[in-house]
């Protein structure tokens, strides 16, 4: 266990996490995995392989593939499913630390709307995630194209949570006034994370093929760090006067100023992902690196720097 000189805790559609580190859906296994690693109390929370109805095998080999900038991927959503979950995963979800964020996937919205159900009802599940951004599935994005659809299929699924905040996940967003972000807090969203790997490509230039078995996927890591603080600064300068919803905000995060920009840009918590591949103990260096920071800026807390970057006016779009 870490003990925190600064306040670095903050809230998240009602939940306290000790700290602002949130381990990414993908990067930690079904979730529990990551305890066993990393000392307690450097992660706020740990977000759970996104889960589906059925087990998924995913995509064939290859489904990595590492890049100088960061990753490519077409996992595929691979999972236990949802039964298996419940079984097997369930009753590991307890910690004196981080609190677990239970993400959900699927073809359709029933799926959604089974999966949320099920976790609805789960103690150790004290925040729910809807993955509606996976760009390595055919219905993965099947909702982001179209503001309607999102505010429909994050109704639908907010109709089931009887007591459990939603996080809606989103892919990067470019439009002006971010219509699909927007859609998903009217549909219900309590909270957002953002962003998801970007749709990309590599192709092996002596067979002529691509890299990916499954022709493109999805990029993360460093390459993708200043889209997702665009983005992220977009989408606050969306709400006045601090209505803005929660924000986790990731991609590319591997150095603590890395996360320090994503709060600044309006992000409450940061998320990891592909740096933890690489070393899951660098969330202790990280949250090190927070704590220094927060004592410089001369304030209380962590949350008081949300959205604090000193500016003209972020255009929203
Ligand atoms: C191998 C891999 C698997 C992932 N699986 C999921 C997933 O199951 N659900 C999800 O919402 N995001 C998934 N993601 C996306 C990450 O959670 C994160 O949004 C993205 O990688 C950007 O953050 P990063 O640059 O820190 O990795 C995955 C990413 C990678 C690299």
Redesign the pocket.
Known sequence: MISLMSDLSVTIAGVELGSPLVA????AGCGPELLDVVPSGTFGAITT??ITPECRDGHPPWR?IELPT??L?A?G?ANPGLDSFMTDVVPHLHSNGPVFIG?M?GHSIDDYVAVARAFDSVPGLPLVEA?MS?PNTGTGRQFTDDPIAMREAVAAIKSELKQTPLLV?LPLEMAPGYPIAMAAVEGGADALTF???VPAMSIDVDTRRPRLSNTAG?L??PA?HQLAVRMVAGVHACFDGGSCPPIIG????TRWSDAAELILAGASAV?????LFADPRLSVRIVRGLERWVRKQGVAGLSELTGAVQSEPVIPG
């Open positions: 990414a859906a993908g990067a392989k996104s990595l960061g990753m991927n996992v959503l993400s996937a993955n996976c996940k962003i998801n790997t999805g993360s890591g993708v990731l991609g590319g995060v998320g990891l992902g592909t740096a």
